[in-house]
């Protein structure tokens, strides 16, 4: 068994805050590949965006998850990761992927701060066409997919946690 957990999908599915659960459950570390942007960067996702562009911020999260050398851990990625194929190659070597599927609109209702929060888009891409553009990709590299719409994060965390410790 491959030994940390990934998680994938799209900001404000709950990658974060389940995963921190999800943590404690196996009793893993945690690692969310946002903040580590930051603390490396040192400074926030937006301010990255805003001085040198979605692409660069893609750039830069494929840097850091390939850097990744744990175990025993449920890594958060950024909403973006399943942009690169090589990043996400590399967390198929190292964990599972689990895609944490959230309906547009229950994002839409979850995303408070869109214009503030960092999310890499194309200037003129709108939130719906994000969206649409990444279920591809997020079911392409997924070994699971979980519906994250009706469960409490709790609920989430101890399903996904119930499927990691029976293999699936």
Do not use: C, W
Not at 4 to 14: F, K, V
Not at 31 to 38: A, H, M
């Amino acid at each position: 068994m491959r030994p940390n957990l990934t998680l994938i999908g799209m900001p404000g599915a709950g990658k974060s805050t389940v995963g921190v659960i999800l943590a404690k459950d196996l009793a893993f570390g945690f690692v969310d590949t946002d903040i580590l942007i930051q603390i490396n960067r040192q400074k926030p996702l937006q301010r990255i965006l805003d001085e040198s562009g979605h692409l660069e911020l893609r750039r830069i999260e494929e840097e850091e998850i390939l850097k990744l050398n744990v175990e025993h851990q449920v890594i958060a990625t950024g909403g973006s990761a399943v942009y690169s194929d090589r990043a996400m190659d590399h967390l198929r070597q190292i964990s599972r992927i689990v895609f944490i599927d959230v309906e547009f609109e229950e994002i839409s209702r979850r995303i408070r701060n869109f214009a503030s929060r960092g999310i890499a888009k194309a200037p003129n891409q709108s939130f719906h066409e994000l969206y649409l553009e990444r279920q591809a990709l997020y079911r392409r590299h997924a070994d699971l997919r979980v519906d994250g719409n009706r469960l409490s994060q709790e609920e989430l965390a101890a399903h996904i946690a119930d499927l990691y410790r029976q293999g699936a």
